[in-house]
């Protein structure tokens, strides 16, 4: 009977380290962030929003992420070929932006430096269809497919932390158009 009770104890002894760290270990990642979207490089529109993410850890380093983000209508200006007459134009083009791949820590500390690539989809809606043709001939509802290479950091104090990370959305039409984006928020891992 003693060593039954010996070989549980060492048995418990051996398993119980593991759990601990089971349960310390980072799981998932959910944040919220701001988005900042340069479009078009050739007559530059530039767009704010807000999106979301949520990632789950495969390993301490590897995380797969799914994260969509909306940006709001906006005003701009367009310029004519003569250069006297600037006019401000309500767009009314607005996008969506649904990714999904993987990221990958440099690090495993309170804060880490990583890469990330995903693919999705950027969505064109717009309901000034006149104005659309003029914003590189985005059609009403157009939806491109996206690639997405980016970088970033991210700090955490616990569970609680902020993350930075800009990227080049690429979406196709007539060929590869790359796009600057910027996204920071809080973020939240448990």
């Not at 380093?61 to 909306?70: H, K, P, Q, V």
């Not at 980016?150 to 790359?178: H, T």
Request: hydrophobic share 40%; glycine share 12%.
């Amino acid at each position: 009977m003693n060593r039954i009770a010996l070989i549980g104890v060492l048995a418990f002894s051996v398993a119980a380290p593991s759990w601990v760290v089971a349960q310390t270990e980072n799981h998932v990642e959910v944040g919220a962030f701001a988005d900042y979207y340069r479009y078009d490089r050739t007559s530059p529109v530039n767009f704010v929003g807000a999106g979301g993410r949520v990632g789950f850890y495969v390993n301490p380093f590897t995380s797969i992420e799914a994260e969509m983000a909306y940006d709001f209508a906006r005003n701009n200006t367009f310029t004519c070929s003569n250069c006297v007459n600037t006019t401000f134009v309500t767009t009314r083009v607005r996008p969506l932006h649904g990714l999904f791949g993987p990221k990958f820590n440099l690090g495993k500390s309170k804060a880490n430096f990583f890469v990330t690539g995903k693919v999705g989809f950027v969505n064109f809606s717009n309901s000034n269809t006149s104005v659309a043709g003029s914003i590189s001939n985005v059609a009403d509802g157009a939806t491109r497919f996206a690639v997405y290479p980016g970088v970033g950091v991210e700090g955490f104090w616990g569970p609680i932390g902020l993350r930075a990370e800009v990227g080049d959305e690429v979406y196709f039409l007539g060929g590869p158009q790359n796009n600057l984006r910027v996204t920071f928020g809080p973020h939240f891992r448990f």
